[in-house]
């Protein structure tokens, strides 16, 4: 590591300085480098619930895949953005994702770059990818926790909690819903309770 906290890595063969503490994310950004995310916001703790900014990294002779907004800079790794062994995963995410949400513009992106025209997965229609970016982004940024995930394994979903919640702090506010990387909240439950706004 050199002085004043910086750290030296190469992110595709381009050597760079991050400063520690940064995620390898955050260093691809400043160095204008592409990586794909859906549950990733500044704001908030760093989640990985998306998967999608996986990259392999490489040091020694050894390498893994890791999702780069959770994964700290390191002084002398390789870090790779596109490698075989990410196309492999991150093409196996946006086909399921097709399954899922296949009309946001992220997963139409990634699913022309990739050449995938459609998916081998059942298309479940769910929208939810469950990335609690609103969850997080209630209890962190609001302090209000009036969201939070309910069930567990397939009936997992994200909700209202408790009902009175909503009135208490979600009718003036509605800021988690534009965090929604698939435009659907929360987990197509309880939508009624939502307001629609209306152009009139």
Do not use: W
């Not at 999608?52 to 780069?68: D, F, M, Q, W």
Request: glycine letters at 6%.
């Amino acid at each position: 590591m050199s002085n004043n906290g910086k750290i030296e890595l190469v992110i595709d063969d381009k050597r760079v300085v991050a400063q520690k503490g940064d995620t390898l994310l955050d260093v691809a950004k400043k160095e204008g480098i592409d990586i794909p995310t859906l549950c990733h916001h500044e704001a908030l703790k760093e989640h990985g619930s998306c998967r999608l900014c996986i990259v392999e990294i490489k040091r020694k002779g050894r390498s893994k895949t890791v999702a780069s907004c959770a994964y700290p800079a390191e002084d002398g790794i390789s870090v790779l953005t596109e490698s075989p062994k990410v196309e492999s995963v991150r093409k196996q995410l946006v086909e399921l994702y097709m399954a899922m949400f296949p009309f946001i513009p992220e997963i139409k992106d990634l699913a022309q770059k990739y050449g995938l025209k459609d998916t081998r997965y059942v298309k479940q229609n769910d929208y939810c990818i469950l990335c609690g970016l609103c969850v997080r982004y209630c209890a962190e940024v609001k302090k209000n926790n009036a969201i939070g995930f309910t069930g567990r394994g397939i009936d997992k979903k994200v909700a209202f909690i408790p009902d009175s919640a909503y009135f208490k702090h979600c009718e003036d506010c509605m800021e988690c819903v534009d965090l929604c990387p698939t435009g659907v909240f929360p987990s197509n439950y309880g939508m009624e309770r939502i307001p629609q706004i209306s152009d009139d």
